[in-house]
DNA sequence: TTCATAATTCAACATGTGTATAAATTAGGA
DNA sequence: TCCTAATTTATACACATGTTGAATTATGAA
């Protein structure tokens, strides 16, 4: 390849942000190399320095969370009034929604990926989940240990993108995403405002720390 | 430090893999260095591929999944009767205890957190959950669609290991894991024995490419 | 035209990785 | 005692990684 700039005014910011992210989904931020990204954008490794200064910027930017928080909420409001009885089937069908039809899904997915192996990816999840999706939830609980239900939602929605995503889990993986969101809308409800079966009586267990 | 062999016997060999069980357990497959897990061990990091030919040997030796896979059907065959009605408190207590009370926890976390990043031990995982968990449950279901179902109490149980372990999210990761228990057996139970909400109606859904 | 600036690659560096080979030391049986 | 096998480190290789600095070419404004 001959040295400096090409001609024309190819957009190869956003060409090297598509192979970012398609890596970064694939394969989590670790295993997703510089190289490999830059080959895909048929790019030097040092354009993308040049473009994003280090890894964990384009990383940052290739995932974009303030988009994927945006579009939550938007879908979320969307999804109606905020009946407490229903917010177990909106946030269902919002999140399975979100994931399927939207660009968003591989976002989220290589955020999953790289949480698990990356310190710093799995706070910036952590933080992003509690204060886009736990805090909205909390707030508009009655129910008793409001924080609690909301992490049970998160624990169920994760999984369900672990299995689905990232262990491709059949028959789970390629079941349809409408019934997907019908089958888990009740198991939300019932964390969110069904009975917590003794979590209300301490005497049954040892005095939970976080009280 | 001298070469040679050291004075006495000196059983280096488990000082390893418990060296190495840490390490994979915090960082990962991947983010877990031969050389950081030898320095634990105060060991060269020759000594460990003499002893286990290459890392992905040490990790499963480490791991040790047919222990974790005994335990479980030991766990679940004294939780008593298999009556289908009670299958969900079951599973919960089994796994929920299995995770916090006995030595296995590290492996389970480690097998989640490489899973995410490395396709092997994610084909791994796969396999152990379909081999062990998946084939049992779904050999004690009359209700329709076992498998199903059975992917489902799956992705539930991960999503709650994922949140507490990898993810750390709070209050869950504090959270009694008796409690814990008590919680998510209903909805387990919902997902083994209860209506699935239009699975058997397909007119409603795109045909799913697995029947 | 001229000149600054943007775009792009090349070559290289420093570091970290898994692993192989050889050497050194000790233990245990003949 | 001597020999063989087991244990342990030192050294080094080959490779992959993120990042840097210089070199080269195109664009657009003055």
Not at 133 to 153: C, E, K, N, Q
Not at 175 to 186: K, N
């Amino acid at each position: 390849m001959p040295r400096g700039r090409r001609r024309g005014s190819p957009p190869t910011r956003q060409t090297i942000l598509a192979a970012a992210l398609g890596r970064f989904t694939n394969e989590g931020y670790d295993r997703a190399s510089l190289r490999d990204i830059a080959t895909d954008a048929g790019v030097d490794p040092s354009l993308i320095i040049h473009y994003f200064s280090n890894k964990e910027t384009l990383f940052a930017e290739a995932l974009h969370l303030p988009r994927i928080s945006e579009a939550l909420h938007r879908t979320l409001e969307a999804a109606g009034p905020g009946s407490e009885e229903e917010l177990g089937a909106h946030i269902a069908q919002a999140l399975v929604g979100l994931l399927e039809v939207s660009t968003l899904a591989p976002a989220v997915t290589a955020l999953i990926r790289s949480a698990a192996s990356n310190e710093d990816v799995s706070r910036i999840l952590r933080e992003f989940l509690t204060r886009t999706i736990l805090r909205r939830i909390t707030a508009s609980l009655t129910a008793p240990d409001p924080a609690f239900r909301a992490a049970l939602v998160a624990s169920q929605v994760l999984g369900v993108m672990m299995a689905r995503f990232v262990l491709r889990l059949e028959p789970l993986a390629s079941a349809d995403p409408g019934l997907l969101a019908r089958v888990i809308a009740p198991n939300l409800q019932h964390y969110l405002t069904g009975d917590l079966g003794g979590y209300n009586h301490p005497e049954r267990q040892s005095a939970p720390p976080w009280s």
